[in-house]
């Protein structure tokens, strides 16, 4: 089994580093191999994805991703900021379906900023389409506007599509994942107004067809937006596709308080996936050891479950985070009186100690 | 001064007749002519927007709208379904300022499902582009996939899109508003992915120049949908697209947990514009007399305000809708023990006399 590393920019090396020492305390044999993304990737070859880490995040089992970004690449053309990096690896890899869990650790509630009735148990799913929409459609760019009262000026343009086999298989992939959790799936769209919408919605109700088991209902964005805020727990998986699902995953992760915590795999339709936490590459707080590495770690955990058929593995991991939380361990993200602080080094410690 | 009243669908009717009525109570003369839209407009003409309700819209200084919408009419081929009514009505009108505050009034603290220290105060303005991007951008519609991986298949699309001039008119409305607030302006796109939101950020920056005197920062929408639950009082004015301002207004006014309490403009270079409450038309609770008709009342005071020129009459009516929450008055949707309940027809009874 080989795990491509991609530490990437920001404090990726740091929470990298720390699921790297969990892996390597499980007593199973992985390989190994680390190469640079993002910023760091700009600065060894010129390139956010260069050829060789592409090369070995193709030949992998696996990617465990840090995050990618830093304000001092701001001013470079977007092709070769460090977001293209994660944008790439997910289109070349055809990472299509990205899984974003927003779990409420009871022992975090109080970091949320909703009320605790509102967020306790907190349980749902995210299921974001992740390599179609308006995130690749082409054409796309910046053109003379070609009709209308504005006809003649510059115009920024992009294309929002979704082909049927693409909607298909994201579809498949949702309806199975709510078998096995409460069996209800809601699917965000904009059928009221975008006809990529209309013919989302369409396939997902004839692909329901094949999980009637499954309860499916289909719900507005905005209204979706709104109802994570209003009663997030109703909700058990919600698909949706790539624009929609970035900001409702971002919201969705943002009830728990603690999105330090929360960890995504995007996966191909053979189980290979990349594994990156929820969050950002944090420039501000990069290198000072404060960083929660748990978000990584439970990453890991995904991997192990997802891509390297280790489900065992992955629950003592997943325990392993549990047991230090109800230690009362916790990185400044999440601290909150009378618990104790620690670094990030000491939580991913705390964490291989909790294995055994 | 000539007011179109568009009651509309669901409980637009009751809200609406309402406002009417604080209207009338103002001691001025207004001449109001009412029309059906939305489903009412299809059950009269078949179409949901009749040629002669658009025809009075357009003759008018200002329009009353209630709210469209009935799940009978879910069946419908999408151009005639109610919603085609207020979109043909932005566009037709040219409404392309969208002014949605998200106000938590402090009587109704307790209905937010944020902790207080976290919404106590809220007062945030979103102005919303609101006849451009993918909501109006051709082509559209089903086509064969040209070409990738799903080449030949069906698939659905969609074009987003702002013209330059397009982008303009909004920031300067936004700034201006801002220049009326807290002088702060946070401006919402996804520059890091697309081309149109590049092309949005751009132009905020150049028309920035002309309004030194603003605070201007650029937040990507996943990242805004996230700190406006973490911490919605740090924003003061937004400016956004149609399809970002779609989702980010329902969820910042789901974060005050009253809205049936907030109101909306959508106001055109000449400052006619189109007034309606933030909420649907709740097919559910229609023709029960329960729905809460002050979103309406204050959508009128903005009316008052904006369009026809009356500024002290608009702090009249929302000083008297002030008034009846501090009495205690609650429909049911603002309820809390310790209040008294009251249905649509006392509300607004209550407005009238607080008015005095
Ligand atoms: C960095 C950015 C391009 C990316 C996205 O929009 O997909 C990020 O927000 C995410 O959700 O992984
Ligand atoms: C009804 C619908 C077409 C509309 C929109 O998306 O603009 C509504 O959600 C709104 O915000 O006014």
Chains 1, 2 share one sequence.
């Not at 289109?91 to 650790?105: D, M, V, W």
């Not at 390297?308 to 629950?315: M, S, V, Y």
Request: with cysteine.
């Amino acid at each position: 089994m080989k795990i491509a590393i991609l530490p990437g920019d920001g404090i990726g090396p740091e929470i990298v580093e720390q699921a790297v020492q969990v892996l390597n305390a499980l007593g199973e044999t992985f390989e190994m191999e680390a190469a640079p993304v993002g910023g760091a990737g700009y600065e060894v070859s010129g390139h956010p994805l260069p050829d060789a880490t592409l090369k070995l995040a193709k030949e992998a089992d696996a990617i465990l991703f840090g995050s990618v970004g830093d304000w001092k690449y701001d001013s470079l053309e977007r092709a070769l900021r460090p977001e293209q990096a994660i944008l790439g690896l997910r289109k070349h890899l055809n990472l299509f379906a990205n899984f974003r869990p927003a779990i409420l650790y009871p022992e975090l509630a109080e970091a949320s900023t909703l009320k605790p009735e509102i967020v306790s148990g907190l349980d749902l799913l995210i299921i974001r389409e992740l390599t179609g929409d308006v995130y690749f459609g082409q054409p796309r760019g910046v053109r003379e506007c070609p009709d209308g009262p504005f006809k003649g000026q510059r115009e920024g343009f992009d294309t929002m599509r979704y082909a049927e086999g693409e909607v298909r298989r994201i579809a498949h992939v949702a309806f199975q994942a709510a078998q096995k959790r409460d069996k209800r799936l809601t699917s965000v769209d904009k059928a009221n107004v975008l006809e990529t919408s209309q013919f989302w919605k369409d396939i997902m109700i004839d692909v329901h067809k094949e999980y009637p088991d499954v309860a499916l209902d289909h719900m507005y964005i905005d209204n979706a937006a709104m109802q994570l805020v209003r009663a997030p727990k109703k909700f058990d998986v919600v698909v949706t596709g790539n624009l929609f699902g970035d900001i409702l995953s971002d919201a969705a992760a943002s009830l728990t308080g603690s999105i330090g915590m929360l960890p995504s795999a995007s996966l191909d339709s053979n189980n290979k996936g990349l594994y990156e936490p929820s969050h950002g590459s944090a420039p501000d707080i990069a290198g000072k050891g404060v960083a929660n590495p748990l978000a990584t770690i439970l990453s890991a955990a995904m991997m192990l479950r997802f891509s390297l058929g280790k489900p065992e593995q992955a629950d003592r991991v997943e325990t392993a985070v549990k047991k230090v939380l109800a230690q009362g361990l916790r990185t400044p993200d999440i601290y909150v009186a009378g618990t104790t602080k620690v670094g990030t080094s000491e939580m991913g410690a705390a964490v291989v100690r909790a294995l055994a």
